[in-house]
């Protein structure tokens, strides 16, 4: 079967780092997705990677190298309002998007 | 990114009537649509996909006789839930992406359902 697995639950400190990374076992690829999602809100659309390389939005990045299996989100300067699930998702062979369970991530002062 | 709207955002409705979620792409033609479901601090779960013109394709487990799916034009799909139960209680989300299969999903608010 096809899964993506991330990280449970992570905690930081606000103005810290964190990389979330992100695994697949997917049929093909056609794409890694990141998305947020805020407790009791739909989530939103962070970051997607197809090639190697580095995605830059703001405090937030997405790397992708699938030859050395690097595939991660990267929070800077964390605030407390970067407190949310930080779902993976990867587009299959079938353009059929697989999604992670989510990374819970909470900021602490 | 692009606009998704749903609507309504919020719905109590009692046991074995049915309810209509509509969701919009406002500033995009979405070819494609998916429905979701998620219950409280679960993962998404994709309950089907529809292309406009076409029926919808469920996901395994999902009764296509109860989650009615049509998404009659390139901006609107509507999902209704048939006589629903309290267990059918959750929040539903939609998202929609453009014509290339690669492209991004893009969600809607969500709809919150209980039913009582």
């Known amino acids: 079967g096809q899964n993506i697995d991330q990280p449970t639950e992570m905690t930081a400190t606000e103005g810290a780092i964190v990389q979330i990374n992100c695994t697949y076992q997917?049929?093909?690829?056609?794409?890694l997705f990141w998305y947020q999602q805020h407790a009791g809100e739909a989530p939103t659309f962070l970051s997607y990677?197809?090639l190697d390389g580095l995605e830059e939005t703001g405090r937030f990045s997405s790397f992708l190298s699938r030859s050395k299996g690097y595939r991660y989100l990267l929070l800077k300067e964390l605030q407390m309002k970067d407190s949310a699930s930080y779902l993976c998702a990867v587009m299959d062979s079938n353009y059929q998007l697989i999604w992670g369970a989510g990374t819970k991530l909470i900021i602490k002062p | 990114g692009a606009v998704v709207s749903q609507h309504p955002s919020w719905v109590i409705c009692k046991s074995g009537t049915s309810v209509k979620i509509e969701c919009r792409s406002l500033d995009f033609q979405a070819t494609t649509m998916f429905w979701y479901r998620q219950f409280p601090k679960q993962s998404l779960m994709l309950m089907a996909t529809?292309?406009?013109?076409?029926?919808?394709?469920?996901e395994q487990g999902v009764e296509k006789d109860k989650f009615l799916i049509n998404h009659a034009s390139l901006t609107l799909s509507t999902l209704t839930v048939t006589s629903a139960h309290p267990e059918d209680s959750s929040f539903y989300i939609c998202?929609?992406?453009?014509?290339?299969?690669?492209?991004?999903?893009?969600f809607g608010p969500g709809t919150r359902l209980l039913v009582l």
């Open positions: 990677n197809v």
């Open positions: 998202s929609a992406r453009g014509q290339g299969a690669q492209e991004t999903q893009y």
């Open positions: 997917t049929s093909g690829f056609n794409g």
């Open positions: 529809s292309n406009e013109g076409s029926k919808a394709t469920y």
